[in-house]
């Protein structure tokens, strides 16, 4: 018996719980594989200015300003979370391909803009979507979000 857990409180499934950890997981994992290399790769490999690797940073900053009011309505309005979350981290996926071949500046920031804005609301998603699945939201979402710092790192 779990020692944390007040005995009769609700649980949720096994099953579930590996499956949301699984998500934290691949969602954080995304972020931590890219995120502290970005500058360096800008700087070196495509050879940006100071003042550009800081232009593409900002771009990055962008996200968490302005995407939780459009995805959030998007969610809250007219789409299931499961779905917007498949859309963004698709489009995501694309945009990050497209920065791979891009070296030109512009360009790179706009498309750092455009993954900033699908990327960053996924990971109030999958907190919403966890904390929707779990059924003791208090004892169990540590533990699942806990898979999302393991990915990170």
Not at 5 to 14: C, D, E, F, I, K
């Amino acid at each position: 018996m779990d020692p944390i857990v007040p005995t009769g409180a609700p649980r949720t499934s096994g099953g579930i719980r590996v499956r949301l950890s699984v998500m934290m997981f691949l969602q954080y994992f995304i972020q931590g594989s890219y995120l502290p290399v970005a500058s360096v790769y800008v700087q070196d490999a495509l050879g940006f200015s100071e003042i550009q690797v800081g232009l593409f940073g900002s771009a990055l900053a962008v996200g968490p300003l302005f995407a939780p009011f459009i995805i959030g309505q998007l969610v809250d309005r007219h789409w299931a979370t499961e779905r917007v979350l498949a859309i963004s981290h698709l489009l995501g996926g694309a945009t990050m391909l497209l920065l791979y071949f891009e070296t030109r500046v512009t360009p790179f920031v706009i498309l750092g803009t455009i993954y900033s804005i699908l990327y960053i609301p996924t990971m109030m998603l999958t907190n919403s979507l966890a904390f929707h699945h779990l059924k003791d939201r208090d004892n169990e979402f540590p533990r699942i979000r806990l898979f999302g710092t393991i990915g990170f790192v």
